[in-house]
């Protein structure tokens, strides 16, 4: 076998041996990216979901119902609560819970320490007059990413930017008659020739002079929003919507605007009213008292 020949086998082998080590995890090399290509856009949804907060208030105790029926949807009262809250109530006898509001029980009688709505004792299936243990746990809304659309891909996602290199233009020849350019000044490209830097700071002092002197303008002072804080009034939760509507029509003949919300929490489905936004904090503390003026006492300012 002569020299050439044994060149050619052994160019053969090493080209061979780099084929194999393209794809050494023994995947088809077909199915490898090409080159260029990106993995697919993904995009992740925000949700709010809601959240126990133990830490605000947690309460096992026994729950009463009178019996009566009262207003404001589904609710709790505890002697110890500062804020009204948003809570899930639980029933362990039966496993049965709803979410609702938490109130100061502002007497507190002998027996139960947990007033309960006629609502919510509907919803937890509590006999008139017969004392449960109930479980109350107040509530945060927290946004989280939604785990179903995080791995979902985005529709018509842009290619990635190419590279574009920087090429630099050929000169061009001379035009039939044109003039040539005119030489650089002799020492124009020796450091210091000119003494550009200097004009340049000369011309940036005067500036910054000149600007110092002239009178100032006072800075606009920024607008006060009109409803800082909580601008909403909320009238109640309810476990049946037909209550909701019922309160918000009891609002709408008294001039008072509304808005039922439909909420889902733990795969149970509740109403909220609230009513507003009130333009300030006087609006706001004006909107309160006309509404519990209206036989809802257990309304409250929230912020959404």
Not at 142 to 161: F, G, I, M, R, S
Request: charged letters at 20%; aromatic letters at 4%.
């Amino acid at each position: 076998m002569t020299g050439s020949m044994r060149w050619v086998f052994a160019l053969g082998a090493a080209l061979t041996m780099a084929g194999c080590q393209l794809t050494g995890d023994g995947a088809d090399p077909a199915d490898a990216p090409k080159e260029g290509a990106t993995p697919a856009a993904t995009s992740a949804r925000i949700v709010e979901r809601d959240v126990e907060a133990p830490e605000v208030f947690s309460a096992n105790d026994t729950g009463l119902w009178d019996g009566r029926p009262s207003l404001g949807g589904v609710w709790v009262a505890h002697p110890t609560v500062k804020d009204p809250e948003r809570v899930i109530i639980r029933n362990p006898a039966n496993g049965k819970f709803v979410i609702g509001a938490l109130f100061r029980r502002e007497r507190e009688n002998p027996g139960p320490k947990l007033q309960v709505s006629s609502d919510a004792a509907a919803a937890l299936d509590m006999l008139a007059g017969a004392p449960t243990k109930l479980s109350v746990v107040a509530l945060r809304r927290e946004e989280q990413a939604d785990p179903a659309a995080a791995t979902a891909p985005v529709k018509d996602a842009l290619p990635p930017a190419e590279d574009i290199a920087a090429t630099p233009l050929a000169s061009a020849p001379p035009r039939p008659g044109a003039k040539p350019a005119a030489a650089p000044p002799k020492g124009a490209g020796k450091p210091g020739a000119g003494k550009p830097g200097a004009e340049i700071a000369a011309a940036a002092g005067a500036a910054i002079a000149a600007a110092e002197a002239a009178p100032q303008k006072p800075a606009a002072t920024p607008a006060k929003p009109a409803a800082a804080g909580k601008g909403l009034v909320q009238i109640g939760i309810f476990s049946q919507e037909a209550n909701a509507k019922r309160a918000a029509d009891q609002l709408k003949k008294s001039g008072i605007a509304s808005t039922i919300r439909t909420e889902t929490a733990k795969g149970k489905t509740f109403w909220r009213v609230v009513a507003g936004p009130a333009g300030s904090a006087a609006d706001r503390t004006a909107l309160l008292t006309k509404i519990k003026g209206l036989g809802f006492p257990d309304a409250y300012a929230v912020s959404r």
